[in-house]
């Protein structure tokens, strides 16, 4: 079964960290870019962190040096380290990926940052 599960979201205090994870079926992880994004009430859906093949990274300016992504290829799991986290950043955060012809999501974690 193709698919992207997330976990790791919760409550947390602004200034504190959480780490997300998202398994990825095999098909959809290997040598494919991997993203997450996030959803916040009345918002758009935005990119947040991109990890490619081989391990290069990119940021939104807004995450840029409070959050990490990574990725383990012998689990088929990527990472979100957030740290520093701020009230803007509660969202419904989601993992996306697969092939260039594909367009596969998670169902979403909720991070909620109070201040």
């Known amino acids: 079964q193709v698919q992207l599960v997330e976990s790791g979201g919760g409550l947390v205090q602004a200034g504190g960290s959480l780490r997300l994870s998202c398994a990825a079926s095999r098909s959809i ?38 959050f990490t992504i990574s990725r383990d290829t ?15 950043d509660t969202a419904v955060y989601y993992c996306h990926g697969g092939p260039w012809f594909s367009d596969y999501w998670g169902q979403g974690t909720q991070v909620t940052v109070s201040s």
């Open 29 to 66: 992880f290997r040598g494919n870019a991997m993203d997450w994004y996030r959803q916040a009430p009345g918002k758009q859906r935005e990119l947040v962190a991109t990890v490619t093949s081989d391990g290069s990274t990119n940021y939104a300016d807004s995450v840029q040096g409070r």
């Open 74 to 88: 012998a689990k088929n799991t990527i990472y979100l380290q957030m740290n520093n986290l701020k009230p803007e």
